[in-house]
């Protein structure tokens, strides 16, 4: 192969002291071919050089030294314009692979990272030149290669480039197999397109110093608009990039502490391309003046002009540090305090009005007093050692690291840990009013509109319900429909029309009855069947979405996901039994109308929940005072006391998990407690650690997240079901939303979700905001668990499905017929 394929293949960039920073690559085998030259071909090639020649390239103050160009040929068969090409990479010392196949060039680019690739555009019968070109531009690495289309000579009129363009390629080079012509356009590359990249990739190790400086540094444009602040910048000022890139200079708030006629001084001397240098007060994000010594550098470009401005901000630590340990101090004493105040009642040991005199004595004095109290303290909550550790490590750490720790702290004392903040109204209402109605519990409800949801009385088995019937006893139609009910694809809306709307007490006893639900509870197959029927007699076969159709399709997704091999591994029979039972019943007598709603219309369940969770309570509470008021339909009766205690403790947190304003507490603390730790082990090569794997999965905490994130995948699923499933699931959702914003307005209540509007809203959009910000990522993790690839592949589809009929400007459930 010639001594060419020994070469240590480095990049490297050596500043004036002389250090350098190497990016190797060791050369590997692949089924590509090293070209020193092609002597096969007949051409008159000189023999390989082993030396390797560096070539120096000036970027501003930088000085950088370039191997030898690596180049990767893709031509699927040996022609004049390829051996052209590798007699051209010889004579111009450049090291040269040669690709027959698409896959070995993919494979040779993501192990070398080549400078330059050409490919062969002329023949498409070979391979797909554009979508090779778009496949190595998905590679991160390849953003600073130089990519070129060999292309046919045109026999009639000149085609476009955009399409080349288009697919990634940086140029096109028309087919001349002439060697001295190919070694030109070699030459042309390397000093021209080539030699831009290098200095470009260069200055990422300069964004990167700029990212990691301590120091603010701001760069504005010739008219002093911000183009960039660094991460330095955010922590010392308050602000995020987002809020001052493309503002000019004059609309960021000024310091009054500045003297009048400083700016127009700075102004003056830097439109000069004159450097300034002085003391100025900025004023950050929260109003406070902070003292920097600033250094302001024009820099000039094009046409000898200046271009740009950088700034370098330094806060004068020694007067800012101590005016912010100060207030830190005041702050942690006061907070102090307040914690032992309750300490006092507590434990009865301090006088609460001597505690706090106490803290009028002096700062110093105070903070020591109160620390004493905090580490005292009997009881200490996690997040409060979190916090006291953090304010201590402020004690010793420079400004720009106490004030990211002051955001750090904000952030900790804020109750909504787990809720990602979202953009604004404008940016994406559909989310914003989805995710308020599902996640918070409505405005205070407005003077004099009040809603009343009357009580349910009596709750009770209807009379032509009462005749239980067994397993066997069911029509043959009925069980015909549920015969592949153990599938994904089970069609829920066939049961409905089967059974009359009554599909959740016949899929109820096939499900009951596969899992040996009766023995468990050690209950008559009569009395299972009551119980069902009572059930489902409380859910409202008038709401179109939350009726007993829904409750069905839950159980039937729980059934399913704890026949997955790893739910098996983590639950017990009881929890299989708690998570039947309350997918069952988990929204039992729902009224059709979210938590907001309720909270809005200052109803009889929200003002007996306290405004918290108030559906939720409602389901658990209702389902156990069905299930206990009669004999007939009490399917605990038979079991132990303490058995029973932890089977409705079960039921009660699964079905509290349903509700969605700790969505994101739920999921987050599965994936860190249980899907890293697995992942975890699978990397270290503990795929047959049996205990590790066992013990994560079956801890006590583990089980209750295992089966917590079981019932919210089982509750809102719709989007992982096949497609006229999951169609049908989403304009029954909307018009229940529909009908909720008719009666808000016909109330005067606050309307929870205005982009339900039934004449306005686009459901192929409320679709898509409720998978991108609830469904994707639950359902990632939970396949990451449970292994569900068909589940995934339904998600994909139905939101290309949604996706579709957005982009066509298509509001409506499906599309017009042809």
């Known amino acids: 192969m010639g001594c060419a394929s020994s070469i240590h293949i480095s990049d490297r960039v050596v500043y004036h002291s002389g250090k350098e920073s190497e990016d190797s690559h060791s050369p590997q085998q692949t089924n590509t071919t090293q070209h020193q030259g092609n002597p096969a071909s007949g051409l008159p090639l000189k023999p390989p050089s082993c030396k390797t020649t560096l070539t120096e390239v000036q970027f501003g103050p930088m000085k950088l030294f370039k191997d030898p160009l690596q180049v990767l040929l893709v031509f699927a068969k040996e022609d004049s314009q390829s051996n052209g090409f590798c007699w051209a990479c010889e004579k111009a010392n450049f090291r040269c692979s040669m690709a027959r196949t698409p896959e070995s060039a993919l494979e040779c680019f993501l192990e070398k990272h080549h400078d330059l690739v050409i490919i062969d555009h002329r023949h498409s019968r070979h391979f797909d030149a554009e979508a090779l070109c778009r496949s190595i531009r998905a590679v991160n690495s390849s953003e600073n290669t130089v990519i070129v289309a060999v292309v046919k000579r045109p026999d009639r009129e000149e085609a476009s480039v955009m399409p080349l363009i288009n697919a990634g390629f940086n140029r096109r080079y028309v087919e001349n197999g002439n060697m001295m012509a190919c070694y030109n356009e070699l030459l042309q590359l390397e000093h021209g397109e080539v030699r831009a990249q290098f200095k470009l990739r260069a200055g990422n190790a300069i964004f990167t110093a700029i990212e990691q400086s301590q120091e603010a540094i701001e760069i504005t444009s010739e008219d002093q608009v911000i183009q960039y602040v660094n991460p330095a910048y955010e922590s010392i000022m308050g602000y995020q990039q987002g809020e001052l890139i493309g503002k000019e200079i004059i609309e960021v708030p000024k310091s009054e502490k500045n003297k009048p006629d400083l700016l127009e001084t700075i102004n003056s001397c830097i439109r000069k391309g004159k450097e300034w240098q002085g003391i100025y007060y900025a004023k950050k994000k929260n109003g406070d003046s902070i003292q920097q010594n600033v250094k302001i550098t024009p820099v000039i470009g094009q046409g000898g002009k200046i271009r740009h401005y950088v700034s370098i901000n330094r806060p004068l630590n020694d007067n800012n540090k101590s005016d912010k340990s100060s207030e830190r101090v005041q702050a942690e004493s006061q907070t102090d305090i307040q914690s032992s105040k309750h300490k006092d009642r507590r434990k009865g040991s301090l006088d609460v009005r001597s505690t706090t005199s106490r ?156 899992f040996g639900v009766c023995e468990f509870l050690n209950c008559p197959e009569a009395t299972l069947r009551s119980w069902l029927q009572v059930i489902e007699a409380n859910y409202h076969s008038s709401n179109s979405y939350h009726n007993s159709s829904h409750a069905a399709d839950v159980l039937h997704a729980t059934a399913y996901f704890l026949c997955k091999e790893r739910v098996k591994q983590s639950l017990d029979p009881i929890d299989e039994v708690a998570a039947l039972i309350a997918a069952t019943v988990h929204d039992v007598d729902h009224p059709g109308r979210t938590n907001s709603f309720l909270c809005n219309a200052g109803s009889e369940l929200a003002i007996l929940y306290n405004d918290t969770a108030v559906l939720e309570s409602h389901h658990a509470a209702l389902a156990f005072q069905i299930t206990t008021r009669d004999d007939k339909c009490n399917i605990f009766k038979n079991i132990e006391r303490n058995e029973y205690r932890t089977l409705r403790q079960a039921i009660i947190d699964m079905v509290l998990a349903t509700e969605m304003t700790k969505h994101f507490e739920h999921v987050n603390k599965f994936v860190n407690s249980i899907n890293k730790p697995l992942a975890a082990l699978e990397e270290n090569g503990g795929n047959n650690d049996e205990e590790s794997v066992k013990g994560i999965l079956t801890s006590p905490e583990n089980r209750i997240l295992v089966k917590r994130m079981l019932i919210k995948c089982a509750d809102i699923s719709n989007p992982c079901r096949p497609q006229e499933l999951c169609i049908e699931w989403a304009g029954r959702i909307s018009e229940e939303y529909f009908a909720q914003t008719d ?76």
Request: proline share 8%; aromatic share 8%; glycine share 4%.
């Open 743 to 818: 009666e808000e307005k016909r109330q005067g209540l606050p309307v929870v979700m205005p982009v339900f509007d039934r004449n306005t809203c686009s459901i192929p959009k409320s679709q898509i905001s409720f998978i991108d910000y609830f469904i994707t990522d639950m359902f990632d993790a939970w396949d990451a668990f449970a292994d569900l690839p068909n589940l995934m592949q339904h998600l994909d589809n139905n939101f290309k499905y949604w996706k579709g009929l957005d982009e066509r400007k298509l509001h409506s459930l499906r599309p017009p017929p042809e």
């Open 359 to 514: 803290g009028s004595d002096g700062s110093s004095q105070r903070r020591h007093s109160s620390m004493a109290r905090i580490h005292s303290m009997t009881i200490e909550a996690p997040i409060t050692k979190v916090i006291n550790i953090i304010n201590a490590a402020q004690e010793s750490s420079p400004m720009p690291v106490a004030e990211a720790l002051d955001r750090v702290l904000e952030i900790l004392r804020t109750t909504e840990l787990y809720s990602p903040q979202l953009g604004t109204k404008d940016e994406d209402p559909h989310t914003n009013d989805l995710v308020g109605g599902l996640m918070t519990d409505g405005l205070r409800r407005l003077s004099g509109n009040e809603y009343i949801f009357s009580t349910k009385q009596p709750h009770h088995i209807p009379s032509h319900l009462t005749t239980p019937l067994s397993l066997n006893d069911i029509p043959p139609r009925i069980a015909q429909t549920m015969e592949n009910e153990d599938s994904w694809d089970f069609d829920i809306f066939n049961l409905e029309a089967a059974t009359i709307k009554r599909p959740l007490t016949y899929l109820g006893m096939k499900i009951f009855s596969r």
